[in-house]
């Protein structure tokens, strides 16, 4: 077990392990979005075979679509970032809280995004089906085929390759993944915050909790309408980005039902400390009734051994422990750690 230590920037203390932990999160979250992205537009997809006289793929090409790829990356991507903001500026807290707060949920929808693009890049390139503006695309050669003789993506003449091998990533919907992916988790946020689920019949913050997910379902369904995807690659692709989202709140975040939270994020993670303090390590500094409320939201969710905290009570010199900062917090989690 590696022995932790403190970072201290002006009046802020860091545990080192857990300063460390989160930012190898954020390099394989980055890197994963990238390599995603950089791979769904160079590696080829798996050409499907087709028959030129399916009316299905016959469907006519638009050069522009309702809402391109720019657009898509500020709904899915941007939005989220200013609600996380937003909450982080008007909660009341203290400053180091609505940070963490801020961080946390941004981190969240890092990692969000980044799993459910490695997943539909994956899958459209496995599956290599064809999508309905697919002929446009290819610009085929038109020969006298028996109807039930299949043809393959040699008979394309388009000279702008990029544009066949889009033509062949049906599925699943790319667009539907990524923007309710994004919409879920800031759905999840505004119930959380705003208390959505506390039995008091207010309508307006149910309009305000599923507008997110309306827009998602807006611009899923344009797939459709510019005739890039079917209504199954749409279907799909919006169940997988809310399971990711889904998902990936509530490893940040716990949940909207739980009303005592306020919408507050799970405390930092701290290495070997699970065993007692109920995973609260003293990343900040608490507010009595702050520090009491934090104890509340992970009760459930930590593992709390009483005979390790009555047997470690007491330094090496039979005195208490007084916890005052960062510093004497990892002391002591070591003491432990080393007991």
């Known amino acids: 077990m590696f022995r932790d230590w403190s970072l201290s920037f002006r009046t802020i203390q860091l545990s080192g392990l857990t300063t460390i932990s989160y930012a190898v999160d954020v390099v394989i979250y980055l890197t994963m979005l990238i390599l995603s992205a950089t791979l769904g537009r160079i590696v080829p997809p798996r050409y499907q075979e087709f028959s030129i006289y399916d009316i299905s793929i016959r469907y006519t090409y638009f050069p522009n679509v309702t809402v391109p790829v720019w657009l898509l990356a500020i709904i899915a991507g941007g939005i989220p970032f200013l609600q996380f903001g937003a909450f982080a500026i008007f909660t009341r807290a203290s400053l ?5 707060d801020f961080f946390a949920g941004n981190l969240c ?3 969000a995004l980044a799993t459910q693009l490695w ?7 496995i599956t ?7 002929m446009d695309r290819c610009q085929p050669i038109f020969q006298e085929l028996d109807i039930t003789q299949l043809s393959t993506v040699e008979i394309c003449l388009q000279p702008d390759w990029n544009l066949v091998m889009e033509g062949f990533r049906a599925f699943p919907s790319g667009h539907a993944s ?3 992916c994004g919409m879920v988790i800031t759905s999840l946020n505004f119930a959380a915050h705003l208390q959505t689920f506390d039995q008091r019949n207010n309508s307006f913050k149910v309009f305000l ?10 611009v899923a369904g344009t797939r459709v309408s510019d005739n890039r995807h079917y209504l199954r690659d749409v279907v799909f692709g919006s169940m997988l980005g809310a399971f990711v989202g889904f998902a990936y709140y509530h490893q940040y975040y716990p949940s909207v039902f739980n009303l005592r939270n306020r919408g507050r994020a799970f405390p930092p993670r701290r290495f070997g400390i699970n065993r ?3 995973n609260v390590g003293g990343f900040w500094t608490f507010s009595e009734g702050e520090q009491i409320n934090d104890l509340n939201l992970v009760e459930e969710r ?12 007491l330094n090496s010199n039979g005195e208490a422990w007084r916890v005052r900062d960062m510093q004497d917090n990892i002391h002591y989690v070591n003491n432990v750690l080393s007991s």
């Open 96 to 100: 180091r809280r609505r940070f963490w």
């Open 109 to 111: 929808l890092l990692g």
């Open 119 to 125: 997943a539909v890049v994956l899958l459209k390139n």
């Open 128 to 134: 290599g089906l064809p999508r309905p503006d697919m």
């Open 178 to 180: 990524t923007v309710f």
């Open 209 to 218: 909790t599923i507008s997110p997910t309306l827009i998602a379902a807006f």
């Open 276 to 278: 007692f303090l109920r």
């Open 302 to 313: 930590s593992l709390n051994n009483d005979d390790v905290e009555k047997r470690l009570a």
